[in-house]
């Protein structure tokens, strides 16, 4: 008797600690069909040609227009600018960590860098409107307040721990032999470090730098705060436009009814910047598999 | 054949040692950058908004004088909404975890949920948000309340908490499961009794990072519309019949402390950047302060338990 109590007992605990599992599908499911339902209402009354390639969008204008392609180009010119940063100072510090480095500054530096990361993001938004912004505006004189660029230049900063963690790994999981063999040829720490550790911890790297741009296209505070709120088709990063996420913001801000179409503009912005960033999480998870099973 | 690296040309020893410490050097290089970053970005809140820290700043409304602006709804609010989401998010992590560790068995369902979390934890926060707008407030009716605000983050490091503890489980030593079974334990009361408690600190090291990012996060609290202003505070826990506890809070309006300091960076007088630089100040010693707090706990761990 009381054994089947005990059964009963451990089925009922297993049982819950496996629905406490499944809450991550529930909120997947959650998050795809709120994105797709309140789309859909969306798309019903603005044709998805027109949403494709307007050149505008002027969702709260009363001469409305509904083209995502400013929201695009600018979440673009934004990540471009973070990557531009990133990636260099990542690899490097990455390389420089892996190969070069003595173990202490390795151990003390890496949580330094973790810190860099989790700085709250509405600071970075500070940092990148009072900060660099009036610094920029120092070298041009005519620089709007509102830019692409310092937006940029800041989220590559607050994403290059990202960069240099992730690579830094990779290097670290290339076998010491093929370093060891590498010197014994006579090849110098350079040489190891671009002809044999690089390439073989190549995947892994890429995966790094596909996570990174993942994480500066749904960044939303630095540029909500530092590239102004007015989409604007450009390529030119000395601009102000909004992003994806900007826009997000600014109308939330407002007090838009529930059901409105300007409400389901946002889900609409929504579910571009999720398919762009799931985009990108799936080939990095697809790199980083391949860089693990390469050993 | 003639090498496309310059490295491989047959230079002097000299000079590929020359190059080595020139890279050697650029990479130091740019990891003091980045370091410098961090610490011109302290120095900057600190002279900015250091001088406006006092205790008035703490139990003051916020106001249209920048003077007289405080931040008293912000951090009560930002610590009721971290109640909320420490009490959903650190049972529901841990029971995750401890399931796809100690009980899931190989299967199509358990590689569902990894690839899920996995992709989970790349999600933009603001897309939370979304979510929590359109399911939380609308189809559930919790309104733009605490509740919903504490639910939204709590589901947000939902994939940093499993992920963290896993790995503390991971470092559990099979023999102690072993042993435990082999004198009769059930598996929840090895889980329990000998598995838990030794990865605590794992455990908590990710608890706290997971907390620290939660604490820092305002894009999703802003599109489920969190107030920017606010001149009140919420609702008492605790009240003088019985049964003296009171949930009146939870759904309440609300405002925390990014987004307070969102607010006062985006109007244009210079005196309100200055109080923004203040509560970026005191965002910045939680989120040092926790990071502190984790590794410190990490060490210590690592030092007094030796397998």
Known sequence: ?295 | MPSRFPSDRPYGRALRKRLDILVAGAGLLAMLASIATLLILLAGLAMDGGPHLSWKFFTSYPSRFPDAAGILPAWVGTMLVMVVTAVTAVPLGIAAAVYLEEYAPRHWVTDLIEINMANLAGVPSIIYGLMALGLLVYQLHLGQSILTAGLTLALLILPIVVMATREALRTVPQSIREAAGALGATKWQTVWDHVLPAATGGILTGLILALSRAIGESAPLMTIGALSFIAFLPHEPWQTDFPFVSFEWLLDPFTVMPIQMFNWVSRPQEAFHRIAAAAGLLLMVMTLAMNGLAIYIRARYRKHIQW
């Open chain 1, 1 to 295: 008797m009381r054994k089947t109590v005990g059964r009963v007992r451990e089925r009922g605990i297993e049982l819950g600690l496996f629905l406490a599992a499944l809450t991550s599908v529930a909120v997947t499911v959650g998050i795809v069909g709120v994105l797709l339902y309140e789309s859909l209402g969306f798309f019903r009354q603005v044709s998805l040609g027109a949403f494709l390639t307007d050149t505008q969008w002027t969702p709260l204008f009363s001469d409305a227009h509904y083209g995502i392609l400013p929201l695009v180009s600018g979440t673009l010119v934004t990540t471009v600018v973070a990557l531009l940063v990133a990636v260099p100072l990542g690899t490097i510090t990455a390389v420089y960590l892996s190969e070069y480095a003595p173990l202490p500054v390795r151990e003390t530096v890496k949580p330094i860098l973790e810190l860099l990361s989790a700085v709250p993001t509405v600071v970075f938004g500070y940092f990148a409107l009072l900060f660099v912004t009036p610094l920029l505006q120092r070298l041009w004189p005519d620089l709007p307040g509102f830019n692409m660029l310092s937006a940029g230049l800041v989220i590559g900063i607050m994403i290059m721990p990202y960069v240099s963690s992730v690579s830094e790994d990779a290097m670290r999981a290339v076998p010491m032999l093929m370093r060891e063999g590498s010197y014994a040829m006579g090849a110098s720490r350079l040489q190891t470090a671009v002809r044999v550790v690089v390439p073989s911890a190549l995947s892994g790297i890429a995966a790094a730098y596909v996570l990174a741009v993942s994480r500066a296209i749904g960044e939303t505070m630095v540029v909500a705060i530092a590239a102004g709120m007015q989409p604007t088709l450009t390529a030119n990063p000395l601009e102000p436009a909004a992003t994806l996420t900007a826009y997000i913001v600014q109308v939330s801000l407002g007090d838009l009814p529930h059901g409105s179409l300007g409400y389901q503009s946002i889900f609409a912005a929504g579910l571009v910047l999720l398919i762009m960033t799931l985009t990108f999480n799936i080939a990095g998870h697809m790199l980083r598999k391949r860089f693990q099973h390469a050993f």
